[in-house]
């Protein structure tokens, strides 16, 4: 699919021309307020959030963060008492149970997604934020920040919790359990993202990396064609560097190359693993000598059978039917981007939205299942065994969040022929 190049945009004084990331419409914004934010006027998308003493805050956060995730990864995270047999974990020991049993492609998306990538997404923050108040800011600072936009989707402490909530409530049915301090630190955390997800600008890190000299200051947009960073989030000529960012150094494009093609490729990869994702067992729970392998279903059931329907709720939407609907949804937006449809283009960007953010939530069963079944380890009492299921379920859910990832929703108004 090839997009038509925008016309040249006329210069304007004072302002600066943003373009939209989510639907490409290029608009002129003035000097923002301090606690504001600017929105696109056709899709709704954040176009730009200006939060008061950004830097400060997010640097304070940062640090706390950084605080807690040591108390997660060191102090004891749950423990588990079953007829006088006692059993502790903490944060890595589920990973290390799933590597132990010869399921090393969990047990490597379990510690990434729990540990690796928060403590570098907090370490490189607090480098960035301290880095900047140092008299002499160390050169790298912006090779650093630039890379944090790759990490950031593969901290996911939040769907962690939940599936530390879902195994807690499966355990308590059998066992005593204890919940440790890691596990209240972890809940702390989770707040401490989110604050940061608010807080922290990058368009103010930028712009403070271009106060210290560590960035150039974006150059003037006197027409000709311009192209967006999706790095940074500059909207800057193209230049003598060619499709450099003339800020942050990355690769510029007008459109994700091969966007549709990509999506679509990943798309078919998790329709074919969605089938054993659901066909075979993600475990194996044996009580007392007695247990047989258990599907994702079959777990629903087991829920629904022992009372907790609103957790089997919960684990079904996540499980079962997040997945469906992102394939799905990834399918309708591929389709009628390919058919140049002008069909609900506002509503499809924001259905855009939706599957974007809300894959991760489908790691809830992953995540409970690494609780499991490094906490269940008690011998002829009770055991529990990942199955093979879980693996092609997990390779879904990250699939699917790449295709996301790679699709490129400006694509869905060039089509339509929205942005001539
Ligand atoms: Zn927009
Ligand atoms: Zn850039």
Redesign the pocket.
């Known amino acids: 699919m090839t997009a038509d190049m925008p016309p040249p945009v006329p210069a304007t004084s004072g302002r600066r021309i943003f373009e939209c990331p989510e639907c490409g419409l290029r608009q002129a914004l003035g000097t923002l307020a301090p606690g504001s934010t600017a929105k696109c006027g056709r899709c709704g998308a954040t176009l730009l959030s200006i939060p008061e003493n950004s830097l400060q805050r997010s640097l304070a956060l940062v640090l706390t963060g950084l605080i807690l995730l040591a108390i997660a990864i060191t102090a004891p995270f749950m423990s588990l008492t079953i007829e006088g047999r006692f059993q502790e974990a903490n944060l890595i020991t589920g990973a290390l149970a799933l590597w132990d049993q010869g399921l090393w492609e969990l047990a490597i998306v379990v510690l990434l997604t729990t540990v690796v990538a928060p403590l570098l997404t907090l370490g490189a923050l607090c480098y960035v934020l301290v880095g900047l108040r140092l008299p002499r800011p160390p050169s790298d600072v912006p090779v650093v920040f630039?890379w944090l936009e790759f990490l950031h989707p593969w901290s996911m402490i939040e769907v962690y919790l939940l599936g530390v909530f879902v195994a807690y409530v499966k355990l308590i049915a059998f066992a005593t359990v204890d919940v440790g301090v890691a596990c209240y630190a972890l809940g702390f955390l989770m707040l401490i993202m989110v604050a940061i997800d608010f807080e922290l600008s990058p368009e103010l890190v930028?712009r403070e990396m271009e106060r210290r000299g560590l960035a150039k200051p974006p150059p003037a947009q006197r027409g000709g064609a311009l192209l967006l960073?999706?790095?940074?989030?500059?909207t800057?000529p193209v230049g003598e560097r060619g499709s450099a960012?003339?800020?942050?150094?990355?690769a510029?494009h007008l459109r994700k190359p091969n966007s549709v093609t990509r999506t679509w490729a990943l798309v078919i990869t998790a329709m074919i693993l969605y089938v054993p994702a659901n066909l075979y067992p993600v475990m194996t729970v044996v009580m007392f000598g007695q247990g047989e392998p258990n599907t994702i279903l079959g777990g629903v059931k087991e829920l629904l059978g022992s009372g907790m329907w609103p957790l089997a709720l919960l684990v079904f939407f996540a499980s079962i039917t997040v997945p469906a609907l992102k394939i799905l949804g990834l399918i309708l937006l591929l389709l009628t981007t390919q058919q140049g449809s002008r069909w609900r283009l506002r509503d499809r960007t924001v259905l855009y939205r939706i599957v974007e953010s809300v894959g991760r939530w489908s790691m809830i069963d992953i995540f409970m299942l690494s609780i499991l079944a490094g906490l269940v380890q008690l011998g002829a009492i009770a055991t529990i065994e990942p199955g093979v299921g879980a693996i092609s379920f997990c390779a879904v859910v990250i699939i699917t969040m790449f295709a996301a990832a790679s699709f490129d929703p400006r694509l869905m108004w060039d089509s339509a022929g929205a942005n001539r």
């Open positions: 630039r930028w960073c999706e790095t940074c989030g500059l800057a960012c003339p800020r942050c150094g990355a510029r």
